[in-house]
């Protein structure tokens, strides 16, 4: 299985930073990359998908970037309702797979 | 609305079996292929299994592999998991969710998700 990994497992920031969180995977999956937002107690919410389009109905400060290996989820001015927890998943292959999750917490 | 709702969990013995359903509504599922993703407590995501739009194709994640069996019934919009010689390892919210591959068959994103139903095994 593909092996997703998320750096860092958490941060803190405050309303208004730029946040980066990154994805790497363990083998080359071209862009077929989505990112998820799950907030505690809720099903995650689908916020970027192959790599960089973006989820209708979710805020354009955030975007996605990356293909191949290397994979970013950038908040560019972060909202005190986006203190979530962010999940990056491969589907390149039929066995999907996701990353161990970035913790954004209020600093 | 388009929803996918979940029932099903309980607690159960290590050892015995439980069945979870996921019902669609305000959509045609028999378009769409279905996954389970379960989460631990307290830990990540881990994709389940899925079962493509006609029921033709099903994969499963190697922790489950010979034990869980996914199926569906198109006639009643439903999407169920059955789970036998259940671990305590299987402990998790169970969350069914729709696959979009926005007009590019190789992708799999789940833009619809259940609320999640709890399996707890434990003796």
């Known amino acids: 299985d593909i092996q997703m990994t998320q750096s860092p497992s958490s941060l803190s920031a405050s309303v208004g930073d730029r946040v980066t969180i990154t994805c790497r995977a363990s083998?080359?999956?071209?862009?077929?990359l989505n990112w998820y937002q799950q907030k505690p107690g809720k099903a995650p919410n689908l916020l970027i998908y192959?790599?960089?389009s973006l989820q209708s109905g979710v805020p354009s400060r955030f975007s996605g970037s990356g293909s191949g290996t290397d994979f970013t989820l950038t908040i560019s001015s972060l909202q005190p309702e986006d203190f979530a927890t962010y999940y990056c998943?491969?589907?390149?292959?039929?066995?999907?797979?996701f990353g161990g999750g970035t913790k954004v917490e209020i600093k | 609305q388009v929803q996918l709702v979940e029932s099903g969990g309980g607690v159960v013995q290590p050892g015995r079996s439980l069945r979870l359903s996921c019902a669609a509504s305000g959509f045609n599922s028999n378009s769409y292929g279905m996954h389970w993703v379960r989460q631990a407590p307290g830990k990540g995501l881990e994709w389940v299994a899925v079962?493509?739009?006609?029921?033709?194709?099903?994969y499963y994640a190697d922790s489950v592999k010979g034990r869980f069996t996914i199926s569906r019934d198109n006639s009643k919009n439903m999407v169920h998991l059955q789970m036998n010689s259940l671990r305590a390892e299987d402990t998790a919210v169970y969350y069914c969710?729709?696959?979009?591959?926005?007009?590019?068959?190789?992708?799999?994103?789940?833009?619809?998700w259940g609320q999640g139903t709890t399996v707890t095994v434990s003796s």
């Open positions: 192959g790599a960089s």
């Open positions: 079962i493509w739009y006609d029921g033709s194709n099903k």
């Open positions: 998943q491969q589907c390149y292959t039929t066995a999907l797979t």
């Open positions: 083998q080359r999956i071209s862009s077929y």
């Open positions: 969710a729709r696959v979009n591959d926005y007009g590019d068959h190789k992708l799999s994103a789940f833009d619809i």
